[in-house]
C-alpha cells in the first residue's frame, strides 16, 4: 500500500494519549491500518526537548516502513562503527564492532531524541493523523459499550479503545491498576549534554572524537557510567552520566544543574572526561530516575484502555530497548485492532496486545538489569583479563524481531487460547509469547553478588526503572 492511497476503513475509533514514540507509532500505524484515530497531547508545541536516544534495529525496520522517515533519520544519526568501553581510569577494556550487527538485523538510528522526534511527528501530520495539540488528559473511564478521556478543561472524549501512551506519569495506570500508582526516587540520576563540537575538535587530546567517523565511547567506574557520543560528522556532541543522587524529587526532562555537580561526580577520572567537561556548557539536565513497582497488568478491566510505552513499562537506560519497546507496543496494538474485525470485538484485540507484548517485555527489560550489574560492579582486573566479559549483549530475539510480522503472525492463536481462558486471563495466553534463545526460553537471572545481595534487586535501586 502506498501512503495516498487510503487503507479500507476498519470502523475502529481510537483515542492515543500522548506524542512520545509509542503514541505516535501507535497513531501512525493505527492511520495505516484504516481505523479512526485522534491523538491528545499536553504540549502546546512541538519543542526539540531531550538529547540522545537510540533505536535498536527491531524498531529502525518500522521507520522503515514509513515512506521518507528514514531517509531524514539518516542525517541526523550517529554512525559509529564501534562503541569503545574504558574503565574510568582510561584503559580501553573492550571495543565492540556494529559491523556483523548491522549486516545481521539492520541498521540503528540513534541521535537527538527532539529531531526525531520532529521527523516522525511531522511524518503523522502529513499522512493525515488527526493530532490535538494543548489536551492533557485528566482522567479515563470506560462502560461495556465504550472508553474515554477528560480533558483538563472538562471536555469528555470518547472512542472504542483508549491507547494511554503518556509516559512514566501516566494517568491512565488508575484505571487499570485500581489505585493511584506514585514513583519512588531511586536514589540514582543521570547528568545529560548535547552542544556543538567545535571546541572538542580545536583540543589535540579530545579531537579524535571529530575525526575519522562519529565515535561512541563509555567510561566505566564504580556505581557511575559516562557514555559520550560525537555525530554528524564532527558537528555534534553528547555525553550521559549516571550516578548516585539523593534528591527526592519528581522525574522531569526540564531540571537543570550546574556542571560543577558533575565535576565533583567525575573528579580523578581519565584526564579526557576531565577535557570534555572542561568544553560542555553549563546548566546539564538532571534527569531523576525514578522506579515503580511492576505492573501486574496493561490493559483495563474492561478491555478498552491500553497502556502502552513507558506508561506500562519504564525501562533501564542501559537496556538501550525503552523506546523501541515503545515502538512495538505502538505497532503490535494497531495490528491486533485490525486483525479483530471491527468495533465490536476490539476488547479481545487489547487482550491479545496484553498477552503478545508482555513475556516480550518483561525479558528485555532484564538485559538492562544485566547491562548495568556488568557495568557498575565491574572488577577492571578481571575485565582486562577477559574484555569480551563487558560486551554488550545484541540477541537475536530481541533485535531480530519484527514486531508488526510477529503480531500478525500469532494473533489468531492468542485469541483462541483468549476465548478458551476468557478475556479477564491473559496469563495463558501470555505464554504462548514466551521469548525463545538459543537455549529455549529466555531467563535473564542475574543471581546473586558474593555478599549473597540479589543483584536484581540492587538493579532496581541503581537503575530506578520497573523490573519484574
Ligand atoms: C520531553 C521528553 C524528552 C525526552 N528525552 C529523552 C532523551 O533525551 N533520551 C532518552 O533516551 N529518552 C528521552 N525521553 C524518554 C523517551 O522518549 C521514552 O523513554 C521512550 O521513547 C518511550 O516513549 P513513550 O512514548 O512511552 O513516552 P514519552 O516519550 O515520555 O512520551 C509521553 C508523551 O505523553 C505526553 N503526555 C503526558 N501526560 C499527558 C497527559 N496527561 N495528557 C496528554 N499528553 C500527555 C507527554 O507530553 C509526551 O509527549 C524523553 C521524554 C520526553 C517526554
Not at 525479558?363 to 544485566?370: C, I
Amino acid at each position: 500500500m502506498t501512503e495516498t492511497q487510503k487503507p479500507a476503513q476498519t470502523g475502529i475509533k481510537v483515542i492515543v494519549v500522548g506524542t512520545g514514540f509509542a503514541g505516535l507509532t501507535a497513531a501512525i500505524e493505527c492511520h495505516r491500518k484504516g481505523h479512526d484515530v485522534l491523538v491528545l497531547e499536553k504540549f502546546p508545541e512541538l519543542k526539540l526537548l531531550g538529547d540522545i536516544i537510540s533505536f535498536g534495529p527491531n524498531s529502525s525496520r518500522l521507520f522503515r516502513r514509513w515512506p521518507g522517515v528514514a531517509e531524514q533519520l539518516e542525517p541526523l544519526s550517529m554512525r559509529a562503527d564501534a562503541i569503545t568501553l574504558k574503565s574510568w581510569k582510561g584503559e580501553t577494556l573492550f571495543t565492540q564492532y556494529w559491523e556483523g550487527e548491522d549486516a545481521e538485523f539492520g541498521i540503528r538510528y540513534d541521535g537527538h531524541r527532539g529531531e526525531f522526534h520532529e521527523v516522525v511527528y511531522n511524518h503523522a501530520k502529513e499522512i493525515g493523523v488527526n493530532i490535538r495539540l494543548n489536551a492533557r488528559v485528566e482522567d479515563y473511564f470506560e462502560d461495556e459499550k465504550e472508553a474515554g478521556v477528560v480533558l483538563e478543561n472538562g471536555e469528555r472524549i470518547t472512542a472504542d479503545v483508549v491507547i494511554a501512551a503518556e509516559g512514566v506519569r501516566s494517568k491512565g495506570r488508575k484505571i487499570v491498576l485500581g489505585f493511584e500508582d506514585k514513583p519512588k526516587p531511586s536514589g540514582y540520576a543521570v547528568y545529560r549534554s548535547w552542544f556543538s563540537a567545535d571546541e572538542i575538535a580545536k583540543d589535540p587530546d579530545t579531537k579524535f572524537f571529530t575525526e575519522g567517523g562519529d565515535k561512541h565511547v563509555a567510561w566505566l567506574g564504580p556505581d557511575v557510567h559516562f557514555i559520550a557520543a560525537c555525530m554528524k560528522k564532527g558537528k555534534d556532541f553528547s555525553w550521559v552520566c549516571t550516578h548516585k543522587d539523593e534528591a527526592d524529587i519528581e522525574e522531569s526532562w526540564q531540571l537543570e544543574a550546574p556542571l560543577e555537580d558533575a565535576r565533583k561526580v567525575l573528579e580523578g577520572w581519565d584526564p579526557i572526561v576531565q577535557k570534555i567537561l572542561d568544553k560542555t556548557p553549563s546548566p546539564l539536565i538532571d534527569w531523576k530516575l525514578v522506579y515503580r513497582d511492576p505492573l501486574p497488568t496493561w490493559i483495563s478491566k474492561g478491555r478498552r484502555i491500553a497502556l502502552i510505552g513507558d506508561s506500562a513499562h519504564p525501562f533501564l537506560p542501559t537496556s538501550i530497548q525503552g523506546a523501541s519497546q515503545a515502538m512495538e507496543d505502538g505497532v503490535t496494538i494497531a495490528v491486533c485492532l485490525r486483525e479483530c474485525g471491527g468495533p465490536d470485538k476490539v476488547q479481545e484485540a487489547v487482550a491479545a496486545f496484553e498477552a503478545i507484548r508482555y513475556e516480550r517485555v518483561k525479558s528485555a527489560q532484564k538485559t538492562g538489569e544485566q547491562t548495568r550489574d556488568i557495568w557498575h560492579k565491574a572488577d577492571f582486573e578481571a575485565a582486562k583479563k577477559n574484555p569480551e566479559s563487558m560486551r554488550l549483549r545484541r540477541e537475536a530475539w530481541l533485535l531480530g524481531f519484527d514486531a508488526e510480522k510477529y503480531a500478525e503472525d500469532n494473533y489468531g492463536r492468542t485469541v483462541e487460547v483468549l476465548r478458551r481462558t476468557g478475556l479477564q486471563d491473559t496469563s495463558e495466553a501470555r505464554k504462548l509469547h514466551m521469548p525463545e534463545g538459543k537455549h529455549g526460553y529466555l531467563e535473564y537471572s542475574t543471581g546473586t553478588d558474593h555478599k549473597g545481595t540479589d543483584i536484581s534487586a540492587a538493579a532496581h535501586a541503581v537503575n530506578g526503572t520497573v523490573i519484574s
